[in-house]
């Protein structure tokens, strides 16, 4: 089915009145076109994906703003420049930050492959292969799976937890179960 700009508009509309909806359907129809005008400036996909996902948080947060005499992508991906630029400013700040212990050790994780007790408890259950599914995700999606659906965080403890805007959380949340849901049809 073609989506046209009348159908787009009519999203807009909704995601204004607070449609969850209609805000997963501009997710996924501006998701492409924006990450990959941020791949090319950026090339680098954790810190493309970190854009877009905020990005999206920041457009849903402000779609009240939106002006309709302008496309919607163009909307976003000035929000998505503007959103690179702070990172640029952030992590050149960091880089004057100074370190007094050298020798101070840092635990990282590392992604597990091997099955632990759960995991054949659960496969038992037939639920391994749902398990085997979130283990291709990127580790942040990972996270934000287990904390939502294994720990069964709130969306606002999540954000605490990972000291990220709410809306961050939500829209990290939302591209993991797209993500998820593609890896379990291709199996």
């Known amino acids: 089915m073609e989506i046209n700009a009348d159908q787009i508009q009519a999203n807009i509309e909704k995601a204004k009145k607070g449609d969850q909806v209609a805000f997963t359907f501009l997710l996924d129809f501006f998701w492409n076109e924006v990450y990959g005008f941020m791949l090319k400036r950026t090339e680098n996909e954790a810190d493309t994906e970190d ?30 420049k503007n959103v ?34 759960e995991d054949r408890l659960i496969k038992e259950q037939n639920l391994s292969s749902l398990l ?24 606002q403890e999540i954000a605490d937890q990972l000291g990220e805007p709410l809306n961050n959380v939500k829209i990290k949340l939302l591209r993991a179960k797209k993500l998820l849901s593609e890896i379990i049809r291709k199996k």
Not at 51 to 59: G, L, Q
Request: charged share 20%; with cysteine.
């Open 132 to 155: 085997n599914c979130i283990r291709q995700l990127k580790p942040q999606y990972q996270e934000v799976i287990q904390l939502r659906y294994f720990q069964e965080l709130s969306y």
């Open 51 to 80: 854009i877009v996902i905020e990005t999206f948080a920041k457009a849903f947060d402000k779609i009240g703003t939106y002006n309709p005499d302008y496309a919607f992508n163009t909307w976003l991906i000035a929000i998505a």
């Open 84 to 117: 690179h630029i702070d990172m640029l400013r952030k992590k050149k700040s960091s880089l004057f930050i100074e370190i007094n212990d050298v020798n101070d050790q840092q635990a990282y994780y590392v992604a597990d492959s091997t099955p632990t007790v």
